[in-house]
């Protein structure tokens, strides 16, 4: 992850107006500026791992407490952006994953049914797909399972999620597309963060187009973030 250490920091009150000001959508002026005011960005050690990383805490408006106007003016956004890869199935992972699967379906049209994978295989499903995923964020591994006579070998996939942070929930995911014989169009994400998880995808065979996100970031650092499309650092409200 690039740093870019020769940028000036700015406060939340200047990062606001570079915001408002700025040649974004709606839905992304909505999006930086509930990161600049309501997200944290923090170092985390997991207890079975030596390595830390970087976490960004959206809990005040997108995946815990959610923003419900900046949520449909993200459903619609990402729903322009996909209507093009036709799909009539979109393939997500609880539970964060859901809502923006959810407001993104409802703005496409035709309307697509939403599968989610459930973590662990419910007594209700017998016959499942299964794939392997790991949680940084809980830190665990879970078993994402669909039920093989909810997707169909002829769907057309669209797979959603929250965050694009390692690629590794997406390419999980796609295992499940692939042992239902079923077509992935594509992916999308409410933000990508820069830790090379489109390269990943990429590598998977999907085009840049194939891979839509609202908003990316271009670094991180604990109690800042580089949005794209800006020079400058923004700090956060939260620390």
Not at 42 to 62: G, I, M, Q, R
Not at 84 to 113: E, K, M, R, V, Y
Not at 139 to 159: M, N, Q, S
């Amino acid at each position: 992850m690039k740093d870019y250490p020769d940028l000036p920091i700015i406060g939340p009150k200047e990062a606001l107006q570079a915001i408002s000001t700025s040649s974004l959508s709606r839905a992304q002026r909505l999006l930086s500026s509930s990161l600049v005011t309501q997200s944290r960005s923090f170092t985390y050690t997991p207890k079975d791992n030596k390595e830390n990383f970087l976490v960004l805490d959206v809990t005040h408006f997108l995946n815990h407490r959610i923003n419900t106007k900046l949520l449909m003016a993200i459903g619609e956004e990402l729903a322009q952006a996909t209507t093009i890869l036709q799909p009539d199935i979109i393939l997500t992972a609880p539970s964060s994953g859901n809502i923006p699967a959810i407001a993104t379906a409802i703005h496409l049209d035709p309307t697509p049914d939403i599968i989610y994978a459930p973590k662990g295989q419910p007594i209700t499903i017998h016959d499942a797909y299964h794939a392997t995923s790991r949680s940084y964020t809980h830190g665990k591994t879970v078993d994402l399972t669909v039920a093989r006579d909810c997707l169909a070998e002829d769907a057309r996939v669209l797979i959603c999620d929250d965050f694009l942070d390692t690629g590794k929930t997406g390419l999980d995911l796609l295992q499940i597309v692939h042992q239902a014989n079923a077509t992935a169009v594509g992916f999308c994400f409410v933000i990508e963060k820069p830790f090379g998880g489109r390269e990943k995808l990429k590598e998977a065979g999907f085009a840049d187009s194939q891979i839509i996100s609202l908003l990316s970031i271009d670094s991180m650092r604990p109690g800042k973030l580089k949005l794209n499309g800006f020079d400058a650092w923004f700090s956060l409200l939260r620390q």
